[in-house]
C-alpha cells in the first residue's frame, strides 16, 4: 500500500529527472549539457538582407530624384580628413563636369575671394560646434563666369569618429540678380525724388525772392504818391 509520503517523495524525485532526449552529451566532459540553439536558415537571413538593401536602394532613388526636381546640389564632407563626396548638381553649380573628382582645396579655390574667409570660418565652426550652415557666396567657374549659391547645411553622425557635414546648394544667381536690378530701381527712383525736390526748394526760393523785390519795387512809388496825396490834400 502506497502512502502519501511515497507519493510525495516520488513525485519530487520525478520533478529532478531530466528528459534525456533533450540533452547532448559532452564528449570531452562527460556530462549532459543543453542543446544550443539552432542558427537561423541561411537563405532567409540572405532573404532578409536582400529585402533590406532593395529597401535602403529604393529610398536613395528616391532622394535624388527629390534632389534633382528641386535642383539641389549635395556633397557629404567628412570631418577627419575633409573628403568630399557630391552629386552632379553640386559639381555644375561650381563649375565641374559630372564625372569630375573634386577636393576641399578645389572647392575653396572655386569660392570667390571675397567670400573665401566667411566660408572656410563658417564650415570650421560646423564640423567643431555642430552649428547649422547657412551662407550665401559666389562661386567663380574657371571661365570667369559667376554663380550665387545658397548653401546650408548640418553635421551628422554616421557611424565615423569625428562625423560629417551634410551640405545642401541651390544657384540663386537669377534672384539676387533680380533684386540687384530692384535695388538699382530704387536708388534711381530716389534720386530722381530728391532732384525734383531741390528742383522744387529752387523754385520756391526763387518765387520768394521774386515777390520780395517787386514788392520793393512797388513800395517805393507808392510811398511817393501817398506823399504828395497828403500835400495836396
Excluded at 562527460?30 to 538582407?49: F, N, T
Amino acid at each position: 500500500m502506497t502512502s502519501i509520503h511515497d507519493e510525495q517523495e516520488g513525485s519530487a524525485h520525478r520533478d529532478r529527472q531530466v528528459d534525456t532526449r533533450e540533452l547532448e552529451v559532452d564528449a570531452d566532459e562527460g556530462v549532459l549539457i543543453e542543446p544550443r540553439a539552432q542558427a537561423p536558415d541561411s537563405r532567409e537571413w540572405s532573404a532578409g538582407i536582400q529585402a533590406r538593401c532593395a529597401l535602403l536602394g529604393q529610398r536613395t532613388d528616391e532622394l535624388e530624384v527629390v534632389l534633382a526636381a528641386a535642383r539641389l546640389g549635395y556633397c557629404r564632407v567628412d570631418a577627419a580628413t575633409r573628403a568630399l563626396t557630391a552629386n552632379s548638381q553640386f559639381k555644375a553649380e561650381f563649375g565641374w563636369p559630372p564625372d569630375a573628382s573634386i577636393d576641399w582645396n578645389g572647392l575653396l579655390e572655386r569660392v570667390a575671394p571675397t567670400d573665401r574667409r566667411s566660408f572656410r570660418e563658417t564650415f570650421q565652426a560646423a564640423l567643431a560646434g555642430g552649428i547649422d550652415v547657412d551662407l550665401l557666396v559666389q562661386a567663380r567657374w574657371p571661365d570667369g563666369t559667376s554663380q550665387w549659391l545658397a548653401l546650408r547645411g548640418r553635421t551628422v553622425n554616421d557611424g565615423g569618429k569625428d562625423g560629417a557635414l551634410i551640405l545642401t546648394s541651390q544657384n540663386v544667381s537669377a534672384e539676387k540678380l533680380s533684386a540687384a536690378h530692384e535695388d538699382c530701381e530704387r536708388t534711381a527712383t530716389l534720386e530722381r525724388e530728391r532732384r525734383l525736390r531741390v528742383g522744387a526748394e529752387a523754385a520756391n526760393r526763387g518765387k520768394d525772392q521774386f515777390l520780395s523785390v517787386f514788392s520793393h519795387e512797388l513800395r517805393s512809388p507808392l510811398n511817393a504818391i501817398l506823399g504828395w496825396n497828403r500835400i495836396l490834400a
